[in-house]
């Protein structure tokens, strides 16, 4: 389920590679971005994406499956099952810090309910959906959130390790693919900007952080490959002013689009790509529509979110049928929760007839 904040039109993502090093960020022939990459290198095309390039494996949330998201275990597995990209979901601490979390609230992800000195902070925010009482991460400063340990939102879930994983730091995260470029591994971020419209309205400006954050760990340098995406058309623009960083523009599927008064066109899309909810292309009768080749013809990326091995899209028998039905559209690139099925799937795929 998608989450809006009521101060915006803010979508927060409930949705949303190969052994050896990370394909490139893939842009578009038009608009010209600069990947914070270094550049593909021209190869027969055997796939339907923009690039004729294999899609991208996006770990979503690490390999959320299996460990509780948004942790250095989860991207760590993630890593070594081969994914392409690790995707965290950045919000903000009272103090300005950036750290990987799935919504603004507290609740779903971490411990902190079972923390007596953090009673007082529980309140109620207004949402689309309702008000919600939780815990929110701009009440609490990075030293306090350091107490906290995560936990497996997912009910079915393994839940082994719950209340044993830190929260973990953009820096944190930086640091972990820099490590990993120098030892050969290359993994690129894909990051999403959770709430930026909120955090600007009590003073806490995401962009900066974010750029800043990568030019100190020196990202560009070590060849690491960076998506930024988010819900937010403003917040993507003022990335843009800023940054050649390829953008994803997140898209909200139906019904919901309309129902939130959040219809984007792919007429209005500027950025390099957009991130598509995958009902937009998988049909409940296990065909595909053509969403994908109409946004390939304006010159846009499509990734696609979020396939998952315990809850397959309808008209679909598991999660294998549903990805290679995506290839088979035409995706630029796919986020799950289990990567390494992905990893597979892609690998059977590539070398298998097309």
């Known amino acids: 389920m998608k989450y809006l904040l009521a101060v915006a039109p803010v979508l927060l993502l409930a949705a949303c590679g190969q052994a050896q090093d990370t394909k490139t960020a893939q842009t578009p022939v038009a608009p010209q971005a600069e990947a914070n990459a270094p550049e593909t290198q021209a190869e027969t095309k055997t796939f339907k994406s923009l690039t004729g390039e294999a899609p991208i494996i996006i770990a979503h949330r690490g390999a959320s499956g299996l ?67 939780d815990w929110w991460s701009d009440d609490f400063t990075w030293e306090e959130l350091k107490t906290l340990k995560a936990r497996q939102r997912v009910e079915g879930r393994d839940q082994e390790y719950n209340d044993q994983l830190n929260l973990v730091s953009f820096d944190e995260i930086l640091d972990l693919v820099t490590e990993q470029a120098k030892k050969g591994r290359t993994v690129g971020l894909h990051i ?33 490959p960076v998506y930024i995406q988010c819900f937010e058309p403003q917040f993507l623009a003022e990335v843009a002013k800023k940054s050649d960083i390829p953008l994803i523009q997140n898209l909200i599927g139906p019904p919901y689009d309309k129902m939130l008064g959040m219809e984007i066109s792919l007429d209005d899309v500027t950025t390099a790509g957009v991130g598509a909810n995958k009902t937009m292309i998988l049909n409940e009768d296990g065909t595909t529509t053509d969403y994908i ?28 049928a549903e990805l290679r039905a995506l290839f088979d559209a ?25």
């Open 293 to 320: 080749n109409q946004a390939h013809d304006k010159g846009l990326l499509v990734h696609v979110f979020t396939v998952r091995d315990d809850e397959p899209a309808p008209g679909f028998a598991d999660s294998r």
């Open 192 to 224: 999403e900007a959770k709430w930026p419209s909120h955090f600007s309205s009590v003073g806490l400006d995401m962009v900066d952080p974010i750029l800043d954050a990568m030019d100190v760990k020196g990202l560009k340098a070590a060849g690491i």
């Open 67 to 133: 460990f509780p998201e948004h942790t250095i275990k989860a991207y760590e597995t993630a890593i070594e099952q081969g994914a392409d990209f690790i995707e965290p979901d950045l919000v903000m601490s009272s103090d300005g810090v950036l750290f990987a979390n799935h919504d603004g609230y507290l609740s779903d992800t971490t411990d902190i309910a079972d923390h007596p000195e953090f009673a007082d902070r529980k309140k109620v925010r207004q949402t689309p959906f309702g008000d919600r009482e």
């Open 330 to 354: 035409g995706a630029d690139g796919v986020w799950t929760d289990y990567p390494g099925t992905a990893v597979d799937v892609l690998k059977n795929y590539e070398t298998a007839e097309q």
